[in-house]
């Protein structure tokens, strides 16, 4: 049964309750509810109005239900008397295909049917930066290889202790903290768990971080490529497949044949990330900026971390995809700005299409693809701007068919508007180039 959220808040304080959704662009919407009023929500959801919203609907649809999941209640550690509830949105007494996290139930609901259970981990990259967003926070923070330095990690040892202390909190598991590839970058890293709960940690850890970074003065972005010569914020996910119970990894190779250490299964799902990836492209980097991380030169560390091609290998960090260790991989292609339902779904859904039709992925590269003049003949490229991954998303029957056509079709159209909107307005870049032509 259920858990009672009015019992809930009794036990444990809580005077008030976010109910939250997060849309198609990755936004994170909410109503503060009062504990009072909690049964009632918990039954028949928080309303809103889904054209105020980033998702495919009319100022006259009806009202929009949002149903908090009570499995996903999270007590802010900064202030506990609030609640955070992940919840799946509803219109006419149905769940509303087009929205991220119902998406996302949707695959889980396929998978399991199989006799399959994803999990998944997330590594979100982010920036500390001025609250203007124009430079990095730390002025001393100027190494040209600026990962894991050490004293510039202590010098926002505050910020990033209390959200560590915070997902410790949580039960998340985080074990490790480190300065990244660029000056003024993070990432964080806790452990693995089912694809869900993995979304809606990434849902609250985006939030959670901007949060804490704006008490400590600072500003966090997830933004994939906030500054042109750095390495951007990627957002890598670890992925597995297990059998129902959660006890078996069933991408782990149990032949003890395989180089890699994984399974047939894995390299069908492997495949059918591979064979699908262009189409996944706009969900995974979602933004007009996502494509100034991929395709990159080489940033000031020497290295952009993030892919030029659609490619997999073992331990070697220059491919999209990486096989670090037996029975699971790292899809390297995902960044900051990625919805973090669509993301999980997007996998499972690609992966699962592998399955059903034994997608070979080919054959594993071993080269440094950030070689000057790396091998990438008979390789697929990623798409090179926003437009060109919508256009392939659109394409994809693949895609409608395991997403749904409503999500694929809705995204695609406020995607499109999004691009139009961009292309638009006149950039700094062309006026310079172009004033005196
Ligand atoms: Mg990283």
């Known amino acids: 049964m259920a858990q009672d959220l009015a019992q809930e808040a009794k036990q444990k304080n809580i005077r008030y309750f976010l109910i939250s959704f997060v849309d198609l662009f990755g936004v994170l919407r909410a109503k503060l509810v ?108 100027t190494q040209e ?90 957002c890598h996910a ?25 399974s047939k299964l894995a390299y069908e799902f492997l495949g059918g990330v591979i064979h699908n990836v262009e189409a996944l492209a706009s969900f995974f980097n979602p933004t007009v900026n996502s494509y100034k991380r991929i395709n990159a030169p080489r940033t000031l560390s020497g290295a952009t971390w993030s892919p030029n091609a659609v490619s997999y290998s073992g331990n070697n960090r220059t491919h999209m995809i990486r096989v670090p260790d037996r029975g699971r991989f790292e899809l390297r292609l995902m960044d900051g700005a990625a919805n973090p339902y669509l993301l999980q779904a997007g996998i499972l859904a690609a992966g699962l299409d592998g399955i059903a039709n034994k997608r070979d992925p080919g054959k594993r590269l071993d080269t440094n693809m950030y070689a000057p003049g790396a091998k990438t003949r008979g390789l697929k490229k990623l798409p090179l701007n926003l437009l060109d991954a919508i256009r392939k998303t659109e394409k994809s029957r693949a895609l409608k068919e395991a997403l749904g056509a409503e999500l694929v079709e809705s995204y695609c159209k406020l995607k499109r508007n999004e691009w139009d909107d961009y292309a638009r ?5 062309e006026v310079e180039h172009t004033l005196d032509c």
């Open 34 to 141: 009062p504990a009072r009023a909690i049964s009632q929500m918990q039954e028949e959801g928080a309303g809103f109005a889904g054209f105020a919203a980033w998702l495919d609907m009319t100022p006259a649809h009806p009202d929009m239900f949002a149903l908090p999941d009570p499995e996903s209640l999270t007590q802010l550690p900064w202030k506990p008397e609030v609640a955070w509830l992940a919840s799946d949105l509803h219109m006419n007494g149905a769940p509303v295909e087009a929205s991220p996290r119902v998406a996302l139930r949707r695959q889980i609901a396929r998978a399991e049917k199989l006799g399959y259970r994803m999990k998944s981990g997330v590594e979100c990259e982010y920036f500390l930066i001025q609250p203007d967003g124009a430079a990095i926070s730390d002025s001393r923070d």
């Open 145 to 234: 290889k600026p990962c894991y330095d050490q004293s510039a990690l202590m010098r926002r040892f505050d910020v990033v202790s209390q959200i560590c202390d915070a997902m410790i909190q949580l039960n998340w598991g985080p074990y490790q903290n480190d300065h990244e590839d660029a000056n003024g970058q993070f990432e964080m890293n806790w452990d693995y768990d089912d694809c869900l709960r993995t979304a809606d940690r990434h849902a609250f850890f985006k939030y959670m971080t901007r949060q804490i970074a704006e008490d400590h003065g600072l500003r966090a972005t997830f933004m994939p490529k906030p500054f042109s010569h750095l390495t951007g914020n990627g």
């Open 238 to 262: 670890h992925v597995s497949l297990w059998d129902q119970s959660g006890a078996k990894n069933l991408f782990e190779d149990e032949t003890g044949r395989d180089e890699l250490g994984l």
């Open 425 to 429: 307005a006149i950039s700094r870049w």
